[in-house]
C-alpha cells in the first residue's frame, strides 16, 4: 500500500515560514491535499490538489509537489497556525484514501 | 451550506456492534461520495471507507474488510457506518467526509461532520 511520511514536528517563530513535506515514492504524479486540525476539531482541507486554496483560506498557505516529496508552505506564520497537518492523496492502483502520519506545528 | 452532522458518543463492549451516522444537508446527497475517517486519541487520521450514495457502491480498506458497511438513507440525505466486532483499539473518533471532485483523477474532502466518539471498553 502507498505509504506517506511526514515529520511529527516543526517549530516556527511568529512571522516566520513554515513548511512540511510528506514524502511519498514518486507523489510528484498525484494530487496531494493537506488538512489543519486543532485540537478537538474537524480536519479543514487547506490545500486542495498541490497548490490550490478552497475560499476562506488565507493567501498565506500555500503548496507545491514534485518527485518524492509534496510541501505545504505557511508564510508569516500566526499563533493560530498552531495545529496537526496532514497530507493525503488517493491511491487509485488499490482505491484507498491514505493520510501522512500528521505534522505538529508550533509556533514559538 | 454543505453540513455533516453526526451525533453524540457510544460505548460499546468488545464484540459489540456500533452505527454510526452522517446527516448532510445543503447539497444534493447523491451527487458526492462519502467517506469515513477515525482517529485515536492522540493518533493521526486513518481512512476508512467509501459510498457512492447513488449507486451504493461501496469500497473498504483492507485492514477493515468483513467488519465494516457502508449505508445510506437517501431519502433523508444520510449516510451510515457500522463497525462490527469491536476492540479495544476500536476507541476513536469517526469523522464522515464528503469527498468532491477538484481536477482529472484528483478529489479531496472538503466539508467533514464534527466527529463521533466510539468508546470500546468492558
Known amino acids: 500500500s502507498y505509504v506517506l511520511t511526514q515529520p511529527p514536528s516543526v517549530s516556527v517563530a511568529p512571522g516566520l515560514t513554515a513548511r512540511i513535506t510528506c514524502g511519498g515514492n514518486?507523489?510528484?504524479?498525484?494530487?496531494v491535499h493537506w488538512y489543519q486540525q486543532k485540537p478537538g476539531q474537524a480536519p479543514v482541507l487547506v490545500v486542495y490538489?498541490?497548490?490550490d486554496r478552497p475560499s476562506g483560506i488565507p493567501g498565506r498557505f500555500s503548496g507545491s509537489n514534485s518527485g518524492n516529496t509534496a510541501t505545504l508552505t505557511i508564510s508569516r506564520v500566526e499563533a493560530g497556525d498552531e495545529a496537526d497537518y496532514y497530507c493525503?492523496?488517493?491511491?487509485?492502483?488499490?482505491?484507498?484514501?491514505?493520510f501522512g502520519g500528521g505534522t505538529k506545528l508550533t509556533v514559538l | 451550506q454543505v453540513q455533516l452532522v453526526q451525533f453524540g458518543a457510544e460505548v460499546k463492549k468488545p464484540g459489540a456492534s456500533v452505527k454510526v451516522s452522517c446527516k448532510t444537508s445543503?447539497?444534493?446527497?447523491?451527487?458526492?461520495?462519502i467517506h469515513w475517517v477515525r482517529q485515536a486519541t492522540g493518533q493521526g487520521l486513518e481512512w476508512m471507507g467509501w459510498?457512492?450514495?447513488?449507486?451504493?457502491?461501496?469500497g473498504y480498506a483492507q485492514k477493515f474488510q468483513g467488519r465494516l458497511t457502508i449505508t445510506r438513507n437517501t431519502f433523508i440525505s444520510t449516510a451510515y457506518m457500522e463497525l462490527r466486532s469491536l476492540r479495544f483499539e476500536d476507541t476513536a473518533v469517526y469523522y464522515c467526509?464528503?469527498?468532491?471532485?477538484?481536477?482529472?483523477?484528483?478529489?479531496?474532502?472538503?466539508?467533514w461532520g464534527q466527529g463521533a466518539l466510539v468508546t470500546v471498553s468492558s
Open positions: 467526509a464528503r469527498r468532491i471532485p477538484c481536477g482529472a483523477d484528483c478529489y479531496s474532502f472538503d466539508s
Open positions: 493525503q492523496v488517493w491511491d487509485s492502483n488499490t482505491d484507498q484514501g491514505v
Open positions: 445543503g447539497y444534493t446527497f447523491t451527487s458526492y461520495d
Open positions: 490538489d498541490d497548490s
Open positions: 514518486n507523489i510528484g504524479s498525484k494530487s
Open positions: 459510498m457512492n450514495p447513488k449507486s451504493g457502491n461501496t
